[in-house]
């Protein structure tokens, strides 16, 4: 309460005195523009910090987040309370909303210096500012919003079929999943494949003569993001697979451990060509992922509870029990994805 009363009689005494000169204004105007920036270009640049080359699109992102609205205010704030600090010596939190406005609190301790003095390769020079842009809300880099760091914020959804593989990263940002990048590896067990790499920075496409397997081609695709994105399996708090048939025992996202890798060897027969490059994918995972943890989603699980009515055939019941033979229904990871998506838009609870 002694602290506020000071910061108060402060404030006050402030209001008394005579207005700025005008060289406090233009240095407050210099810092707030140079904040607002330093802002803008984590937003929207991927390179190109100093303005030296003419403005084009390969120096900006293409998925453009976090909020602007907002920054010019906070940058406008922590310029005159830190007149006020430095002016009356006053021990201060500037304390801000729930992580709106992620680029200005950013842009404001970089120019200050203190972002580099716990960041030294995030320095005060053009690569520094290049890297300070280019991190905010990309792979490898920081989230759009104000947020505590911490290790394992961004979720892996993997996708092996027996032809292609799909790779998917997102940034769990205070529960907001923001989409940092798809790899789609197309002409697994071919004379060649295509690698197509889509994040901010547009679409690569590359094609390379070589016959690639499951586990080699999850291998090439690390390697890739790893190499562009600064991707570490570190920074994963979890990985995802589609498992195409879960039989009629796995109806739901399903923990993956030495068992259920057992069960899934033994439900290869009923989905082939799919289910035996999911366990491929899986086993690969986990060796490269270590104690990462990973689950499975399966696409029989959505129609799980079709009536016997729908989902029986007209075969002897023991023969269908036997070898597990009844419609399953497929596709039910983005069925359940468009029902959610239906339900959550009217606003209303429905039975299925």
Partial sequence: ????????????????????SVLEIKKIDAYWRAANYLSVGQIYLLDNPFLKQQLSLQHVKRRLLGDWGTTPGLNFIYAHLNRLIKAHDIDMIFLTGPGH???????????????????????QNEEGMKKL????????????????EKNGSKILTINCRSFSIKVSLFDNDNGINNHLLDVHLKGVNLEQFKLEVISSRGKESTVITKNIGIAEGLQFIFDVITRKFDFTFSSLQGIGHRFVHGGSRYLSTTRIDPI?????????????????????????????GG????????????????????ANYAIA???????QIKRYGFHGIANAFLWNTYVENIKVEILR
């Fill in 317 to 323: 019941s023991d023969t269908a029990l036997k070898h």
């Fill in 133 to 148: 842009f280019k991190q905010f809300s990309f792979p490898g880099g920081i989230p759009s919003h104000v947020a505590p």
């Fill in 1 to 20: 309460m002694d602290q506020l009363s000071a910061l108060a009689s402060t404030l006050h005494q402030e209001k008394l005195k005579e207005p700025l």
């Fill in 291 to 310: 104690s990462i943890p990973q689950v499975a989603v399966f696409d029989t699980a959505f129609h799980h509870s079709l009536p016997a009515v729908v």
């Fill in 101 to 123: 406005g992620g680029p200005a609190i950013v842009a404001d301790v970089y120019l200050e210096g203190t972002y580099s003095e716990f960041y030294p390769d995030i320095s």
């Fill in 260 to 288: 259920v890798i057992t069960d899934f060897e033994k439900m290869s027969y009923l989905a082939p060509l799919y289910n035996n490059a999911c366990l491929l994918g899986i086993k690969e995972c986990l060796v490269l």
